[in-house]
């Protein structure tokens, strides 16, 4: 019974789930959480919260958490001491890199985890080992989009807030189902559609966010260049484009208008006749202000970070960026995923994107970490380590990530970790992938620490302690610190969070104004802010480019078709993506009631024609195959997607669609191709 039944707290923080960074306020009675509600004064969101923000509490206090230790002995996980178990984490690591060097050693940093966490992993890892395999999951996200963006714009960020879209005359969305995905970022496109703002989605699906649309363009899966460029032919033919932006502020319109003139029509590639492109080209070249805003159906992709550019060429070639209600805006995925890029869990930089290899910079902070030998070379990325467990990866340790069911090719995770000598997973639930490590680590969530999630407009929220973690468990950034001193080594005495974020400050010019203080106003602040008295960006590329020479570049891209297409043997494309009530592979929205119950099995779309040929019934169950492997799952028949075209989300552990996706990599961002292969569909029981 409480002590004190009528007493309720309400403790301020943030949404773990996407990145649009909702303030909430935790209920505590007794020590214990009883609820969420919305925290009304974080402009954010406004008091309103979707159905997973409303719920996020329920997983916090799961009889299934982890809370103690665990090591395999004998095939079978046993309790441990936290001693016992860092002992054994600190010597085997110390044991690989003695005997193998630095590249045996693979760190996976979670975007789950606050900020402090993922700087104090990174930092262990290259201090401790001299090692830059380190790298976190905006690899397998929106890695395109840093690629992309810097090299479009010189930073690889979103340019513009996300309540900016209504200050547009037209919002331009590409490979986003934001109404889904980012809730409370879909909110302000419909406010923006009650405003009168025009609104063009195309997605070759029609999702509930196309349902928004005034004007909705299917077009085949992975063409997106082909359509892009275009709609650039277009603008320039009808003489549409920012003569005088691109005069003053860009580069490379010759070589662009040279590629873009093979793309007058461009059916055969795309499926969109060319006066609907020409039309779509007009209204965003004619918009006083434009915004695109586009996701995973553009980056998760071989041609991803070219995808990307193609958007940066659009925006300049109109002059739509670096003011209010114009810009190119990637919706980033998770909680933190923009912060675990910025904090360096990145295999070639230290944080705020300073370059490894760049020799004055990894002096100053090897002078600023009191280290010597910081190592210069790229490291191996997520999947890359993937490929190199057993050689040269004997020993890897991932947090906060569940590689079994998020990574592609499935089959090939699992074998791959099998190969490992050591492997340490760090997470607040025992996942799929917990199955394949030697010790286990009970982080604590993040109802249960300080710290900051740095959420897709670039603004550093604030999360804070409400209650106690269950058992054993501890702040993932400790468990670095207690590491770091087994290991004796310096620059980890820190005693909080915010000792940590400190840290950070200390050598990143590009956060170094944002101290707690100021981070704790419900508004917060956007980076890059260099000092305490900087008020924060929160709009980029005002008057010049972040690039060296201020300018931005336009580049001349060809389209290349998808690694696999549909063929005689595999004659389905398939898609992959997410629907609103689940989060990832469900280790924590599947244990909120409501959330299971709206959906609680994995399920294939498959069109309504396609259905009828194979004589397959809406709710059956079906395998799917590909060249990697096969699952069984429930065909849902609709005309949400074209003939030949499947979609199936990511969520579902049994029924999981990665055993079928292709781990070909984009050579630019390394970015598996996770949107787009070739699978065949079979009945299991005649009719
Ligand atoms: N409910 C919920 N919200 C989430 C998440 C979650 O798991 N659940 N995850 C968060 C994360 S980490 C991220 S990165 C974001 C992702 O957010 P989104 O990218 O918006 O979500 P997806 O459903 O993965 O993909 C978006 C759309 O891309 C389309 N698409 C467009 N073009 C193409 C194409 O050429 N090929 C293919 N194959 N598809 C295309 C798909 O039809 C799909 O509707 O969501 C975040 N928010
Ligand atoms: N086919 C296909 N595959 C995809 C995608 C797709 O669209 N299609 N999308 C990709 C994308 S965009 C992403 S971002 C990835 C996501 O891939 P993952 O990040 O691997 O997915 P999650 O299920 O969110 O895993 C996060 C883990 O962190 C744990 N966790 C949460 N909070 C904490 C904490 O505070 N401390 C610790 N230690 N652990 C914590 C959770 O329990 C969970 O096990 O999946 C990718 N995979
Ligand atoms: S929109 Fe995103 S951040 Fe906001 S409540 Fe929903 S999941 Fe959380
Ligand atoms: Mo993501």
């Known amino acids: 019974m409480s002590e004190n039944p009528g007493k309720l707290e309400y403790v301020p923080t943030t949404c773990p789930y996407c990145g649009v960074g909702c303030g909430l306020n935790l209920v505590v009675n007794d020590g214990k959480l009883v609820g969420v509600e919305p925290f009304k004064r974080t402009p954010v969101n406004e008091g309103r919260l979707c159905p997973k923000g409303a719920t996020c509490w329920e997983h916090v ?3 299934d958490r982890l809370t103690t230790p665990l090591i395999k002995k004998n095939g079978k996980f046993e309790e441990a001491t936290w001693d016992e178990a860092l002992d054994l984490v600190a010597s085997k690591l110390k044991e690989t890199s003695d005997k193998y060097g630095p590249r045996s050693l693979g760190f996976q940093v979670s975007c789950r985890t606050p900020n402090e966490d993922c700087y104090a992993m990174q930092k262990f890892a290259r201090v401790a080992f001299k090692t ?6 905006a690899r ?5 989009s840093v690629a992309g963006l810097s090299l479009s714009f010189g930073s690889g960020a979103a340019t513009n807030p996300f309540e900016d879209v209504l200050n547009a005359d037209l919002i331009f969305m590409i490979g986003s189902n934001a109404v889904e995905a980012h809730p409370l970022a879909g909110r302000r496109v419909a406010q923006a559609k009650k405003k009168g703002i025009e609104i063009i989605v195309c997605d070759p699906r029609y999702t509930p966010t196309a349902r928004l649309a ?3 363009l299917r077009y085949n899966p992975s063409t997106h260049i082909a359509l892009i460029n275009s709609m650039m032919y277009w603008i320039i033919e009808e003489n549409l484009h920012d003569k005088a932006f691109i ?12 590629t873009v003139a093979k793309y007058a029509n461009v059916e055969d590639i795309t499926g969109v006749p060319t006066e609907t492109v020409k039309e779509i080209a007009r209204k965003y070249a004619s918009a006083k202000n434009a915004v695109i805003i586009y996701c995973l159906g553009i980056t998760e992709l071989t041609t991803g970070t070219d995808n990307v550019r193609s958007l940066g060429n659009l925006s300049m070639l109109t002059g739509n960026i670096g003011r209010p209600g114009v810009g190119v805006n990637p919706l980033r995925g998770q909680n933190n995923v923009q912060g675990a890029c910025d904090m360096g869990a990145y295999p070639n930089v230290y944080s705020g994107y300073q370059k490894c290899e760049v020799d004055d910079i990894r002096h100053k902070m090897e002078q600023l970490w009191s280290v010597t030998d910081l190592p210069e070379w790229y490291g191996a990325s997520l999947t890359e380590q993937i490929d190199q467990c057993g050689d040269p990866i004997k020993s890897m340790y991932i947090l906060g990530l569940n590689p079994v069911v998020t990574y592609p090719n499935s089959n090939h995770v699992m074998k791959s970790l099998e190969k490992l000598d050591f492997l340490v997973v760090q997470d607040i639930f025992f996942t799929e992938t917990c199955q394949y490590a030697d010790v286990i680590l009970p982080g604590t969530c993040f109802a249960e620490k300080d710290g900051t999630f740095t959420s897709g407009e670039r603004r550093v929220n604030r999360i804070r302690k409400a209650v106690d973690g269950p058992g054993e468990s501890m702040e993932d950034w400790r468990v670095f610190v207690k590491l770091a001193e087994k290991l004796n080594l310096p620059g980890f005495e820190f005693e909080t969070a915010e000792d940590v974020w400190n840290d950070l400050r200390r050598v990143t010019p590009s956060m170094a104004g944002l101290n707690y203080e100021r981070l704790n106003r419900p508004e917060s602040l956007h980076w890059p802010c260099p000092t305490e008295e900087h008020p924060g960006t929160p709009i980029l590329h005002i008057g010049k480019f972040s690039s060296a020479d201020g300018k931005g570049t336009l580049f001349g891209i060809e389209y290349r078709p998808p ?7 595999y004659p389905f494309t398939l898609m992959t993506g997410r629907l609103l009530f689940h989060y990832h592979s469900r280790s924590q929205t599947g244990r909120a009631k409501i959330l299971h119950q709206e959906v609680p099995e ?3 779309q498959i069109n309504n024609e396609d259905a009828k040929k194979l004589n397959i019934a809406n709710g059956e169950k079906i395998k799917l195959s590909s060249r990697r492997g096969e699952v069984e799952t429930l065909a849902r028949v609709t005309d949400e997607v074209a003939p030949g075209v499947l979609m199936m989300t990511m969520h579902f552990g049994t029924g999981a669609v990665n055993l079928l996706t292709n781990d070909v990599r984009d050579p630019m961002s390394k970015m598996p191709e996770l949107k787009h292969c070739a699978v065949k569909v079979e009945k299991l029981t005649e009719a």
């Open 61 to 63: 206090q799961s009889p």
């Open 132 to 137: 830059n395999n380190v790298d976190n999951c």
């Open 140 to 144: 397998i996200c929106h890695g395109p």
């Open 214 to 216: 005034d004007t909705y």
């Open 247 to 258: 005069e003053e502020r860009v580069k490379g319109f010759d070589e662009l208008k040279e």
């Open 563 to 569: 690694a696999e297409v549909a063929d005689a043997e």
């Open 602 to 604: 994995s399920y294939v």
